[in-house]
């Protein structure tokens, strides 16, 4: 009997394993550019370019490849939401794609003149754009209907909207200023469209959200030497508290500096000035006074991090741009690679 009662145990143990061994079978991939770099390039002509996350594996043009066709005249940025990739280019179109594959769902163009970022909320669109550049008055936000692709209504904010960030039922919109200069950020309550500004130093520009769901806001600074007589504004890094908007810090760069790129990752912001990579922590009350690395670009025109690395491009706009992958720790560059003509942004398809 016991040798009976020993039998069937093992047997149990068999299929129980069996059955653990079918559960552990890695899912099919979701398409070719899964788990890779996506670097958008502004063109011309524009164009996307995919790395893997084993940096084994490179392809520049992917749209094109799969679809054959080219993405369009000046390729603004690409946001994600699921499973779909929308690819902004500023004249007019919004091109969606599987974001696994690259291959073409359809397109949103009625309502959009000249579309730079888009943000998500649910089955919400909320796109940046200028409209006339020339019209200082006539710049708005798109509401977009992802069921249907269209644009459902309009919302209209202050000159030169560029990021637009979704964060607890509020789009946050920071205003570069267009051809000209701004210093807003909009603050747009989804439930009602109703709208608040945040004042900031001149050209504000990338956003990010904190650790304590802050808003941490990079403005540039105006730098407009070609004026009579020049114009000349100091760049920031500025907190800001969104229960109540207002501003917990507002960190200015010495005059003459002007930093156009940041990037935040794990509590720590990065930011490039004259090559030079610069950290600051959430619980910084000043800016840093040494870099943490050097980086050999001719123009840093793109900037991301993940898992202790810093991605950069330098931008080229009549042949290839350059992606180059540098060790925070060590501060060394480990990978370079060709990408798209005027690389600008930096995604993580994951």
């Not at 280019?89 to 970022?117: H, M």
């Not at 600051?280 to 123009?299: K, Q, R």
């Amino acid at each position: 009997m016991k040798k009976i009662i020993l039998s069937i145990f093992a047997m149990s143990l068999f299929i129980v394993s069996c059955s653990s061994d079918d559960d552990a079978t890695p899912s099919e991939p979701l398409g070719a550019y899964e788990d890779g770099i996506i670097v958008s390039g502004e063109g011309g002509p524009s164009s996307i370019s995919f790395i893997s996350n084993d940096l084994m594996t490179t392809e520049n043009e992917i749209y094109f490849n799969v679809n054959n066709e080219a993405t369009g005249v000046y390729l603004q940025s690409i946001g994600f939401n699921d499973d779909k990739a929308y690819i902004v280019v500023d004249a007019g179109t919004i091109t969606v794609v599987n974001r696994y594959t690259f291959e073409k769902l359809g397109t949103i163009s009625t309502g959009l003149t000249l579309p730079r970022f888009i943000a998500f909320d649910g089955n919400t669109a909320y796109v940046s754009d200028w409209a006339d550049p020339n019209d200082t008055t006539d710049d708005y936000i798109a509401v977009v209907d992802l069921s249907t692709n269209s644009v459902t209504s309009t919302i209209p904010v202050s000159e030169g909207p560029e990021q637009v960030l979704e964060e607890s039922g509020k789009i946050y919109v920071s205003h570069k200023g267009g051809y000209g200069v701004n210093n807003v950020i909009s603050v747009i309550n989804i439930s009602n469209n109703l709208l608040e500004t945040i004042t900031v130093n001149d050209v504000p520009d990338e956003m990010f959200i904190d650790e304590s769901g802050n808003l941490l806001v990079l403005s540039s600074g105006a730098n407009q030497s070609w004026l009579t007589p020049p114009v000349e504004t100091a760049a920031s890094i500025t907190r800001i508290d969104l229960s109540d908007n207002s501003i917990i810090s507002n960190l200015e760069f010495a005059t003459g500096e002007h930093p156009g790129l940041m990037t935040y990752d794990d509590g720590i912001a990065y930011y490039i000035l004259n090559n030079k990579v610069y950290t600051l922590e959430d619980n910084a009350t000043s800016l840093p006074t040494s870099p943490l690395f050097d980086i050999t670009t001719g123009y840093a025109y793109g900037l991301s991090v993940r898992d202790n690395q810093l991605f950069v491009t330098d931008g080229n706009f009549t042949a290839n741009s350059t992606l180059l992958i540098y060790d925070i720790s060590t501060g060394t560059e480990t990978n370079s690679f060709s990408v798209a003509i005027g690389a600008s942004k930096i995604y993580f398809n994951e």
